[in-house]
Nanobody, 127 residues
Framework: QVQLVESGGGLVQAGGSLRLSCAAS????????MGWFRQVPGKEREFVAA???????AYADSVKGRFTISRDNAKNTVYLQMNSLKPEDTAVYYC?????????????????????WGQGTQVTVSS
């Protein structure tokens, strides 16, 4: 079965950096767009970043210039490098996979377009 396993979350001071990883198994990774979303209690899960199967990224305005999404198809892994972290970045971060086709530009920003989800990893940014 498909599994997405996030890692790399933790506690960091404002201005610091973290790198999240999401290891995928049970799917043909190169056919999937991958996304990162985040959620805080009482709020809807929100889009952070996505990357197409061909490597084209998309970002939420709130993280543009601070976060970088990348993927390694040989390792079936997607990454989220988070720099200049702010307390408002505190959330549970989720990895997700959306079926596209190899080499496409498809990188959805709506959570409803994703087929598989990980369990999430907590990121806490202290002020």
């Amino acid at each position: 079965q498909v599994q997405l396993v996030e890692s790399g979350g933790g506690l960091v001071q404002a201005g610091g950096s973290l790198r999240l990883s999401c290891a995928a198994s049970g799917l043909t990774f190169s056919n999937y767009a991958m996304g990162w979303f985040r959620q805080v209690p009482g709020k809807e899960r929100e889009f952070v970043a996505a990357i197409s199967s061909g490597g084209t990224p998309a970002y939420a305005d709130s993280v543009k210039g601070r976060f970088t999404i990348s993927r390694d198809n040989a390792k079936n892994t997607v990454y989220l490098q988070m720099n200049s972290l702010k307390p408002e970045d505190t959330a549970v971060y989720y990895c997700a996979a959306a079926l596209g086709y190899s080499g496409s530009y498809y990188r959805p920003i709506s959570r409803h377009q994703y087929d598989y989800w990980g369990q999430g990893t907590q990121v806490t940014v202290s002020s």
